[in-house]
Structure formats: structure tokens, C-alpha cells
């Protein structure tokens, strides 16, 4: 009884500093409905490449570059607001010319 089961794929890492969690979220992200960060802070971060646009994510979940992924930034995660914010017009306002992402 109750409610059938949700499917949900889970990236969760071992450790921290960069174990790759970033790449395989970018390879899965494109074909999920939500994209969640949960915990952690600004890292290192990656770059994405999207029909010649270049984004680079420290903090935002880069499911941002697929339209129809919806993204949250969890209760868990610090943020510092500066970095935060600058990050934010980095991917509305590519410096590189390329395609604002909303």
C-alpha cells in the first residue's frame, strides 16, 4: 500500500576535494528533472562547454545549462554571497559573447 516508488539517480561523493562529482552530474543532469546540491560550499569547480558558450560553476548546480532540469540549492550548502552573486552574472552575462543561460 501507499504510493508506488520514485525512481532518483544519486551522485554522493566519498571524500572531499575533486573526485569528479561535477563531470558525471554534467554527463546525467541533462536527462533529469531536478538537479539538487545538498551540501559543501564554492570548490575549485568545473567548466561546461555548450554550443561554443564556455560556464564555469563553483557553486550553482551545472544542470543550469539544460533548460528543462530544475535546479536547488539545498539547506546544507554555504554560501558566500559575493561569490554567489558574481557567479550568477557570470552565466547570465558570458563574458566569452556566448548564450545567457536562465
Avoid at 566519498?14 to 561535477?22: N, P, S
Avoid at 530544475?70 to 550568477?88: A, D, M, R, T, Y
Wanted: aromatic share 4%; proline share 9%.
Amino acid at each position: 500500500a501507499g504510493p508506488p516508488p520514485v525512481p532518483a539517480t544519486i551522485v554522493l561523493g566519498a571524500q572531499w576535494g575533486d573526485e569528479g562529482k561535477g563531470k558525471i552530474v554534467d554527463v546525467l543532469c541533462g536527462k533529469m528533472d531536478l538537479v539538487a546540491r545538498c551540501q559543501g560550499g564554492s570548490n575549485a569547480g568545473h567548466t561546461i562547454m555548450v554550443d561554443g558558450s564556455t560556464y564555469k560553476f563553483h557553486l550553482l548546480p551545472s544542470g543550469l545549462v539544460h533548460p528543462n532540469t530544475k535546479c536547488i540549492i539545498g539547506n546544507g550548502v554555504v554560501i558566500h554571497l559575493p561569490s554567489f552573486f558574481n557567479e550568477i552574472e557570470d552565466i547570465t552575462n558570458p563574458k566569452d559573447g556566448g548564450k545567457p543561460l536562465n
